[in-house]
């Protein structure tokens, strides 16, 4: 069963027109990721929430924003999709922040494509 | 210099070879290892947390050296199955994947 469930699985966008990804969880998981990964590329972190907290890295571009209107939904939107943000989206979860060894558990990704 | 640093690959290895990642972090601070494998086009899946005893699960054997900043992940007896990006994760802060070695295991 799927615990992590991103969708769509691939989105088209054009170049400047606002999109929006979403991912579900069903692990009842207190902190949800979003992550951007390209092409031979490791993933990058863009932010997280912890709850209701939001935590934005440092580095991500205004351009990136969240909303996690409740414990089992993240929503990614890119507000103006440029051509460097075609990637993989990849949301990610993990029970807590606190303890150690918690890993992450990820989901399908959404793969982004802008024209 | 990078957070994590991976072996750069790939490895081109036959089948029943063992193999062996490397992988190295500069926070000293970090808490949790863990190697993930990611498949062509897909998420990365974990394939086992890094205990600082040294940890193995059937084939695979992970080994943690603090003190050198230093994780390990040795494959024995690789199937075609085991050809993948793996990828090393460091958790001080937040999770930091390095870039990946790419395995291929050839029949």
């Known amino acids: 069963d799927a615990m992590v469930i991103q969708n769509p699985r691939y989105q088209v966008t054009q170049f400047g027109k606002p999109v929006t990804l979403s991912c579900s969880q069903t692990l009842n998981h207190n902190v949800m990721y979003w992550y951007q990964q390209k092409s031979s590329q490791a993933p990058k972190l863009l932010f997280h929430y912890y709850d209701k907290d939001f935590n934005n890295e440092a580095d991500t571009p205004d351009n990136f924003q969240s909303r996690r209107p409740n414990t089992s939904f993240c929503f990614l939107d890119i507000r103006s999709p440029g051509l460097g943000d075609a990637a993989m989206y990849l949301c990610a979860t993990s029970r807590t922040r606190d303890s150690s060894q918690e890993t992450q558990y990820f989901g399908p990704g959404t793969r982004l494509l802008v024209l | 210099r990078k957070e994590v640093e991976q072996d750069p690959g790939p490895f081109n290895v036959p089948e029943g070879a063992t193999v062996a990642f490397n992988c190295t972090y500069s926070?000293?601070?970090?808490?949790?290892f863990f190697w993930y494998r990611q498949d062509c086009r897909k998420e990365p899946k974990l394939l086992m947390s890094v205990y600082s005893s040294g940890n193995e699960d059937g084939r695979f054997t992970a080994q943690l050296n603090r003190a050198s900043q230093y994780i390990s992940l040795l494959i024995r007896d690789s199937k075609l199955s085991d050809s993948a990006t793996y990828l090393c994760?460091?958790?001080?802060?937040?999770?930091?994947f390095g870039p990946g070695t790419r395995l291929s295991v050839l029949p």
């Open positions: 994760v460091v958790d001080g802060q937040n999770f930091v």
């Open positions: 926070n000293s601070a970090s808490q949790s």
